[in-house]
């Protein structure tokens, strides 16, 4: 089965969760929006489609399927891809861990967008820098003490969050990492050290030969001011 | 089994959710943190108890399981209780949708502490003000009309969002317009409407005889100023 990927064509964003997931998992999928006329097919599902109504992008469509809510469309493709672990108890563990990303991402977003994502970052520069003080002193910090913790506290080795092998909570806390460097590059100067464990999750997953072909090709979308990590050089503090 | 939830004695907050689950689904559960010392258990836990570290409650102990993340103790609970589809789309789509509401918490949230977290509300008056004017004229309209299109479009019927019976998410719904009600008196009496089939979903949660007891009973805690949904005069506008 072919998937089909459904998000805004010029940024990463939440899709790139998903994109990360179906070329470690060696899935064929067309990123529609990214095709001629796709980001209007996008529009239509999102108006009116499908029986399951997204509300936003990412979706995913699996067949008759259509899956929206990024974590969710994860828990689907972990649990076919081997991205997962096969028992109850892991893929709880690991969607647990999914949803924390899921905070953290949303607590990125918002370090550049504190008071509506409908106003440019320029109307809320000031309330930006308030709120991204308040991320890399305490917030940031916090989420990359407990990944770092739940590494060293793996049992079955700190290479890994869940289990003996990659999961796809492992290749979105390569995307934090990767994201927060483009973002706040001063910043994760100094906190990277803190947090050895992270850094080499990171280092693990740019090297998987799927993922180091996807960095290298075309299909990943760089780093860009209109994403979810954003670098605005006054918001870049030592903390 | 008898669960064990894990959530801040003095607050509705994220763990109403699961309450709301657990009483609707005729579950056996202790509320640990509003037992004499279970503050204390709770923050043990979160210290270094359980092999499945949580980031923050809420978490249910179901026998060996520690789960964490609101979504994903109800994704657990709704299998277990009758308060989900059996079949994987009907799962998944429940989730999707729980996802959504849980987006929705976090920007009810974000309205009146749209700086930090640490920070008291009085020190963050300004940009709350701002950040909930945008809220009640964009945000919670999108949010529920959302809501109210997925009910219109339940080809089982309008009177649930998913399928032809009451599930997890029809019972978040139902705490969503509680706690709009609360903190938002005036904004919902121009809004709610516009949106009468979440407004049923709310009526018909409320008046299941098991949520109906709950209610009414002192297990249920009243809306304060702590918790998610926080009354403030001044941020209640017409939008």
């Known amino acids: 089965m072919r998937y089909e990927l459904y998000y805004w064509a010029g940024i990463q964003g939440r899709g790139e969760f998903v994109r990360l997931a179906l070329e470690e998992g060696g899935a064929e999928y067309t990123d529609v929006a990214r095709e001629a006329g796709g980001e209007n097919a996008m529009q239509r599902l999102l108006g009116e489609g499908s029986a399951h109504l997204p509300f936003a992008p990412p979706f995913l469509r699996a067949g008759e399927l259509v899956i929206a809510q990024t974590a969710n469309i994860l828990f689907y493709l972990g649990g076919r891809h081997g991205l997962a672990p096969a028992d109850e108890a892991g893929r709880l563990w690991a969607h647990q861990l999914q949803l924390t990303i899921a905070d953290f991402v949303d607590e990125i977003h918002d370090t550049h967008h504190p008071i509506a994502s409908s106003l440019y970052y320029e109307d809320q520069r000031q309330e930006a820098r308030a709120r991204t003080a308040d991320f ?14 739940v590494l060293e506290r793996n049992k079955a080795g700190d290479r890994h969050l869940v289990g003996a092998s990659l999961t796809y909570p492992d290749l ?3 995307q934090i990492v990767a994201g927060l460097r483009y973002a706040f590059p001063r910043a994760m100067t100094r906190l990277e050290p ?15 030969p799927r993922i180091a072909a996807y960095l290298a090709s075309d299909r990943r979308i760089p780093f860009n001011q209109h994403g979810i990590f954003r670098h605005y050089p006054e918001l870049d503090t030592d903390g």
């Open 172 to 174: 979105s806390l390569f």
């Open 194 to 208: 803190k947090f050895p464990r992270i850094v080499a999750v990171h280092d693990i997953a740019a090297a998987r």
């Open 136 to 149: 890399l002193k305490s917030r940031a910090p916090k989420y990359l003490g407990y990944f770092e913790r």
